[in-house]
T-cell receptor, first 114, second 113 residues
Framework: AQSVTQLDSQVPVFEEAPVELRCNYS??????LFWYVQYPNQGLQLLLK??????LVESINGFEAEFNKSQTSFHLRKPSVHISDTAEYFC????????????FGTGTRLLVSP | DTEVTQTPKHLVMGMTNKKSLKCEQH?????MYWYKQKAKKPPELMFV???????INESVPSRFSPECPNSSLLNLHLHALQPEDSALYLC????????????FGPGTRLTVL
């Protein structure tokens, strides 16, 4: 079975500062990895995903994540955050062999202040 | 277009009511999912439909009854709910059960009185 750990429940940061949201996973087999963002009172939006190929994946709004197999990590980074990035961020993992549940981490609340 | 729509946005119901949540996608996806999300928690999987057949039921109480009338629609019928069932109910879809990138709808905020 897979599991996901997001150690930081909340990350406060000032506008235009860089941020890293940490995600570590546990799995005995190869995985697919995802980051979803949830703005207040909304559903989840897919931010970016790693399925195969380049270990560095980017989103259209400046976020990036790097798949590190040796460290079983998929940390999310942004070099300069905006107030509008304030949201809950969920890391998720699933096995890459047939259907398996999407296993979510507990989420990290990113709080961007002026 | 990666849109999943859900209606209603909000629903308030008594414990004796019967209501339904609706989810629709027009992306040609053949796998659809229901999740329940409590405040400040990650989503919890409830049901999975693959090619209009129920493939996973995560031991959900029978007061929740899913239905997939066709490949674009997914319903969740609610009956005799409890106050602890109050939550955000999220629908998601993916191309199929192997191509697992899931796209979520905005959710229905359910309050059971």
């Amino acid at each position: 079975a897979q599991s996901v750990t997001q150690l930081d429940s909340q990350v406060p940061v000032f506008e235009e500062a860089p941020v890293e949201l940490r995600c570590n996973y546990s799995s005995s087999v190869s995985v697919y990895l995802f980051w979803y963002v949830q703005y207040p009172n909304q559903g989840l939006q897919l931010l970016l995903k790693y399925l195969s190929g380049s270990t560095l994946v980017e989103s259209i709004n400046g976020f990036e994540a790097e798949f590190n197999k040796s460290q079983t990590s998929f940390h999310l980074r942004k070099p300069s955050v905006h107030i509008s990035d304030t949201a809950e961020y969920f890391c998720a993992v699933t096995m890459n062999t047939g259907f398996q549940k999407l296993v979510f981490g507990t989420g990290t609340r990113l709080l961007v202040s002026p | 277009d990666t849109e999943v729509t859900q209606t209603p946005k909000h629903l308030v119901m008594g414990m004796t009511n019967k209501k339904s949540l609706k989810c629709e996608q027009h992306m040609g996806h053949r796998a659809m999912y229901w999740y329940k999300q409590k405040a400040k928690k990650p989503p919890e999987l409830m049901f999975v439909y693959s090619y209009e057949k129920l493939s996973i039921n995560e031991s959900v109480p029978s007061r929740f009854s899913p239905e997939c009338p066709n490949s674009s629609l997914l319903n969740l019928h609610l009956h005799a709910l409890q106050p602890e069932d109050s939550a955000l109910y999220l629908c998601a879809s993916s191309p199929d059960h192997l191509r697992v990138t899931q796209y979520f709808g905005p959710g229905t905020r359910l309050t059971v009185l």
